[in-house]
Nanobody, 126 residues
Framework: QLVESGGDLVQPGGSLRLSCAASGFTASVSTIAWVRQAPGKGLEWVSTIYSDGTTSYTDSVKGRFTISRDNAKNRVSLQMNSLKPEDTAVYYC??????????????????????RGQGTQVTVSS
């Protein structure tokens, strides 16, 4: 199971830290991704952290978002800075089955990810 938390209403330019708590498996040996879904739109891959600590980001969040893991707490976090209204979405964490070589390619959300949580709402608005 994956439990997302930390979503909130924030003003443009603000920051939020999302957390993904894993249970039933060890997150440190898994590849974990953040995926979001904006209102009325499809799923969008945001970021992935691999078991060796390598990270990857979609272009629209590079320099603003940082993915990290806390192995002691079996948790993966997403620090989001300089938030924009277009970041408004439900954010999900998921197990990512893709190798690093495919990280920035358009994914198949049905087969490439294992979603086990309910998501957390992030709203960026003044």
């Amino acid at each position: 199971q994956l439990v997302e938390s930390g979503g909130d209403l924030v003003q443009p330019g603000g920051s939020l830290r999302l957390s993904c708590a894993a249970s039933g498996f060890t997150a440190s040996v898994s590849t974990i991704a953040w995926v979001r879904q904006a209102p009325g739109k499809g799923l969008e891959w945001v970021s992935t952290i691999y078991s060796d600590g390598t990270t990857s980001y979609t272009d629209s969040v590079k320099g603003r978002f940082t993915i990290s893991r806390d192995n002691a707490k079996n948790r993966v976090s997403l620090q989001m800075n300089s938030l924009k209204p277009e970041d408004t979405a439900v954010y999900y964490c998921a197990i990512d089955y893709r190798p690093l070589s495919r990280a920035t390619m358009v994914p198949n959300f049905t087969t490439d990810f294992d979603f086990r949580g309910q998501g957390t709402q992030v709203t960026v608005s003044s």
